[in-house]
Structures are given as structure tokens and as C-alpha cells.
């Protein structure tokens, strides 16, 4: 059974920081790559960031230079550090692993976690 479980979610005033935690079970972690995604109230769910399994990142140019995504396999997480926390980051985040086989594609995700941002 895979389960992916987020932490570190909440309330911060703009400017500040939150970490946040994906820990994985039942997937052999390292050759998933995972992802952060957001969904904001009326609005679409969104890639924010994003890690290989050969630890490239990748994110969205509305959290370059504030948002950073990191892996430790030994331990099959994934953290999200974000700083300079804007209202606009305000959203579930979510936590995604994704692997693609031949044609067939797994993806799993977590419960989410909300982060909230205020002004």
C-alpha cells in the first residue's frame, strides 16, 4: 500500500517560512520522481517544484529563488523549503510521486497539507 504523507503545513505572516515534509512508503523511492503541487481556491492544482530521481529540479518561475525542493533517499522524503512567503502562496499543497514505465505512468499523492500566508 502506498501512502505519502505531508507535515509541516499552517499559518505564517508574509515574508516568513514553512518547511514541508513528504514521507513515502510502499514505493521504491528512488526511482520516483516527486513533486509539489498547490491548489488555491477556484484555481487549478499546479506543479511548484519538482525532483528527478537523479535529483534535478525543476519549479515554477513564481517561486524561483524562494521555493526549494530536496530528496534524501536514505530516509524516502522529500521537503519543500519555502521563504519569502508570499499571500499568493496561499493553497493544499500536495505531494506527488510520479514514475513512468514503458507507456504505463503511476502516480500517487498525499492528503495535502494547507499552507496559509497572510498579509
Known amino acids: 500500500q502506498v501512502q505519502l504523507v505531508e507535515s509541516g503545513g499552517g499559518l505564517v505572516q508574509a515574508g516568513g517560512s514553512l518547511r514541508l515534509a513528504c514521507a513515502a512508503s510502499?514505493?521504491?523511492?528512488?526511482?520516483?520522481?516527486m513533486g509539489w503541487y498547490r491548489q488555491a481556491p477556484g484555481k487549478q492544482r499546479e506543479l511548484v517544484a519538482a525532483?528527478?530521481?537523479?535529483?534535478?529540479?525543476s519549479y515554477v518561475d513564481s517561486v524561483k529563488g524562494r521555493f526549494t525542493i530536496s530528496r534524501d533517499n536514505a530516509k524516502n522524503t522529500v521537503t519543500l523549503q519555502m521563504n519569502s512567503l508570499k499571500p499568493e502562496d496561499t493553497a493544499v499543497y500536495y505531494c506527488?510521486?510520479?514514475?513512468?514505465?514503458?507507456?504505463?505512468?503511476?502516480?500517487?499523492w498525499g492528503q495535502g497539507t494547507q499552507v496559509t500566508v497572510s498579509s
Open positions: 510502499g514505493i521504491i523511492f528512488r526511482l520516483y520522481s
Open positions: 506527488n510521486a510520479h514514475r513512468q514505465i514503458g507507456t504505463r505512468e503511476y502516480d500517487y
Open positions: 525532483i528527478t530521481s537523479g535529483s534535478s529540479t
